[in-house]
Every structure is written in structure tokens, then in C-alpha cells.
């Protein structure tokens, strides 16, 4: 589609939000959001990749250091934990758990 790759950004006025609607993501981790969630000074050099294969096909996950959730909470007042989607939480006995886990920040204010 012609000009989908010039966004206005003052389309997406996220700002003036009702306080009640929390808006996060799932990936706090996403090294492609370097330069413009995450600073790219502060991860130079410390950003790690992990090999994965699905469907036969490999890609590489770029992934920022887990201390990077504190610079996330700079712009999103909530995080998505959604590891359980890809693996299951288990007990101290190795058996599934029901737990469903989402996590809110509760120092934004």
C-alpha cells in the first residue's frame, strides 16, 4: 500500500487517553524498539540474540538486557508477562499451575 511507511504520529493520540485505560505491550524485551522506546546509547554492545527455529524456518530474536523494563516504564505504565502462552508455569512438583499471569506496575502513578 502506497505511503503506509509515513505514519503521523500525531494520529495516534495516545495522550490524551481516559487514566483508566492502561495501554503496554507483551515484548519489554524488543530490541528493534532501540531508538524509539529504548535509548540506543544505553544498550550498545549489550544486546543478546537467540537462535529459534518454527516450521522449519530459523530467525534470530534480538533481545535487551532484562534491566531495560525500567526504561520501558518511562512510556508504558504496564507489561504483559506472557511466557505462559509459550510454556506452562510449574510447581515446586514439575506439574502445571493455573496461574494466569499479567503484571501492572503499581509505582506509576
Given at each position: 500500500?502506497?505511503?503506509?511507511?509515513?505514519v503521523?504520529?500525531?494520529?495516534y493520540?495516545?495522550?490524551?487517553?481516559?487514566?483508566?485505560i492502561?495501554?503496554?505491550?507483551?515484548?519489554?524485551r524488543?530490541?528493534?524498539w532501540v531508538?524509539?522506546?529504548?535509548?540506543?546509547?544505553?544498550?550498545?554492545?549489550?544486546?543478546?540474540?537467540?537462535r529459534?527455529?518454527?516450521?522449519?524456518?530459523?530467525?534470530?530474536?534480538?533481545?535487551?538486557?532484562?534491566?531495560?523494563?525500567?526504561?520501558?516504564?518511562?512510556?508504558?505504565?504496564?507489561?504483559?508477562?506472557?511466557?505462559?502462552?509459550?510454556?506452562?508455569?510449574?510447581?515446586?512438583?514439575?506439574?502445571?499451575?493455573?496461574?494466569?499471569?499479567?503484571?501492572?506496575?503499581?509505582?506509576?502513578?
Amino acid at each position: 500500500m502506497a505511503g503506509r511507511d509515513k505514519v503521523n504520529p500525531k494520529e495516534y493520540l495516545f495522550r490524551d487517553v481516559h487514566p483508566n485505560i492502561l495501554i503496554g505491550m507483551a515484548s519489554d524485551r524488543y530490541a528493534g524498539w532501540v531508538g524509539q522506546i529504548y535509548s540506543a546509547d544505553r544498550y550498545k554492545n549489550r544486546i543478546t540474540e537467540r537462535r529459534h527455529t518454527v516450521g522449519g524456518k530459523s530467525f534470530t530474536e534480538r533481545i535487551l538486557p532484562v534491566e531495560s523494563v525500567r526504561e520501558y516504564f518511562e512510556h508504558f505504565s504496564v507489561l504483559e508477562i506472557d511466557y505462559t502462552f509459550y510454556r506452562l508455569l510449574l510447581d515446586e512438583k514439575g506439574n502445571p499451575t493455573r496461574i494466569i499471569t499479567s503484571w501492572v506496575n503499581t509505582s506509576v502513578t
